[in-house]
């Protein structure tokens, strides 16, 4: 079976943020019951952002980086299933997807373990310019297509 060679940095995400999530349950557990909470008694309909100011921040990082890869994210898995579907998958197109990914990935790293705002949004902005450049090719082929 063939598919387009895009799907693979999207995959990659996807596992990355899996790891991401265990690694923010491994954390935050033990951390919980330091502080007396269990699932048992934490408050009805409480959230993981309750646990701010309760739990160390450096516990709570994974967990806001774990947000963080359910926002803009989806914006990429979106272009890249676009391009995808367009034929579109590979070339630069393909390296602005890994460039995305290891810059996320990157940022993960960074906003889980030293949190330094200036090199997190060094990151979120280089990042940004990667998914910025795979819809500018989308966009301009459309564009093409529907002009042409």
């Known amino acids: 079976m063939e598919y387009s060679p895009i799907l693979v940095p999207v995959v990659a995400l996807v ?38 100011g309760v739990l160390p921040d450096e516990v709570q990082w994974k967990s ?15 272009i890249a299933l ?19 990914v290891g810059l996320r990935i990157l940022h993960s790293l960074i906003q889980s373990t030293v949190n330094i705002v200036l090199y ?12 910025l450049g795979l819809t500018v090719h989308a966009g301009a082929r459309i564009l093409h297509d529907c002009l042409g």
């Open 15 to 52: 596992a990355w943020t899996l790891v991401v999530m265990v690694w923010m349950v491994v954390t935050r557990i033990p951390a919980m019951r330091k502080a007396g909470i269990t699932l048992g008694t934490a408050r009805r309909g409480g959230r993981g952002a309750n646990l701010d």
């Open 120 to 131: 997190r949004f060094t990151i979120f902005a280089l990042a940004s310019l990667c998914l």
């Open 64 to 78: 806001h980086n774990y947000m963080h890869l359910m926002e803009q994210p989806t914006i990429f898995y979106a």
């Open 82 to 100: 676009t391009l995808a579907l367009m034929g579109m998958g590979h070339g630069i197109n393909y390296w602005l997807a890994w460039g995305y």
